[in-house]
Antibody
C-alpha cells in the first residue's frame, strides 16, 4: 500500500523558517518524481515544488522561488521542503504527492497534509 | 503561464442527476489534464488523467471529455458519496489547478 506521511508543520512567525518532511512507503520511492502542493484555508490547490526521481530537475512556483528548497533522500525514502522567509500568505495545509516516472504525470497518491501557520 | 478556468464554482444537484463540470485552458495542453476529488478535511484523490482515462478503483459513473482546450468532468448519476470539491489540473507545462467546483445536494 502506497503511503505518504507529512510532518514538521507548525506555527511560525513571519520571517521564520520551517522544514517539512514526507516519509514514503509501499512503492519504489527512487523511481518517482515527487511534489509539494499547498492549500490555504478555504482556498483551492496550489502546486509548490517538483523534484525528479534523481533530483536532476527541480522546479518551483513563482510564489515560493528563492525562499523554499525541495530535496529528497532516496535511501531514507523521504522528501523535504525547507521553507524560509515565511509570510502570512504561506499559511496552508502542505501536501506531498507522488508524481510519475516522467515529467508529464498527474499526482496519483497524496499524503494527509501538515498544517503551516505563519502569524 | 497556463491558466485553467473552471466552472461553475458551486453546483447543487439532486441524487441521480447528471452533473457536468467544465475546465478551459488558456492555451493548448493536448490531453494533459487531470481531475481530482477532495472531501472536507481530506487529501485530494485522482479521478481521471489524460483527460479521459479513469484511475483504478474510480466508479464508472465518472467520465472525462475534451474538445480543444475545453475539458469536462461528468458524473452520470450523482451519489451521496460524490458530495465534494472537484479540481482540474493541467500538467502539460508545469502544473496549474482550476479554482475548484463544490458539489452538494439540492
Amino acid at each position: 500500500e502506497v503511503r505518504l506521511e507529512e510532518s514538521g508543520g507548525g506555527l511560525v512567525k513571519p520571517g521564520g523558517s520551517l522544514r517539512l518532511s514526507c516519509a514514503a512507503s509501499g512503492f519504489t520511492f527512487e523511481k518517482y518524481s515527487m511534489v509539494w502542493v499547498r492549500q490555504a484555508p478555504g482556498q483551492g490547490l496550489e502546486w509548490v515544488s517538483y523534484i525528479s526521481s534523481s533530483d536532476t530537475f527541480i522546479y518551483y512556483a513563482d510564489s515560493v522561488k528563492g525562499r523554499f528548497t525541495v530535496s529528497r533522500d532516496n535511501a531514507q525514502k523521504s522528501l523535504y521542503l525547507q521553507m524560509t522567509s515565511l509570510r502570512p500568505d504561506d499559511t496552508a495545509v502542505y501536501y506531498c504527492a507522488r508524481g510519475g516516472f516522467g515529467e508529464l504525470e498527474p499526482f496519483d497518491f497524496w499524503g494527509q497534509g501538515t498544517v503551516v501557520s505563519v502569524s | 503561464d497556463i491558466q485553467m478556468t473552471q466552472s461553475p464554482s458551486t453546483l447543487s444537484a439532486s441524487l441521480g442527476d447528471r452533473v457536468t463540470i467544465t475546465c478551459r485552458a488558456s492555451q493548448s495542453i493536448s490531453s494533459w489534464l487531470a481531475w481530482y476529488q477532495q472531501k472536507p478535511g481530506t487529501a485530494p484523490k485522482l479521478l481521471i488523467y489524460q483527460a479521459s482515462k479513469l484511475e483504478s478503483g474510480v466508479p464508472s459513473r465518472f467520465s472525462g471529455g475534451e474538445s480543444g482546450t475545453e475539458f469536462t468532468l461528468t458524473i452520470s448519476s450523482l451519489q451521496p458519496d460524490d458530495v465534494a470539491s472537484y479540481y482540474c489540473q493541467q500538467y502539460a507545462e508545469s502544473y496549474t489547478f482550476g479554482q475548484g467546483t463544490k458539489v452538494d445536494l439540492k
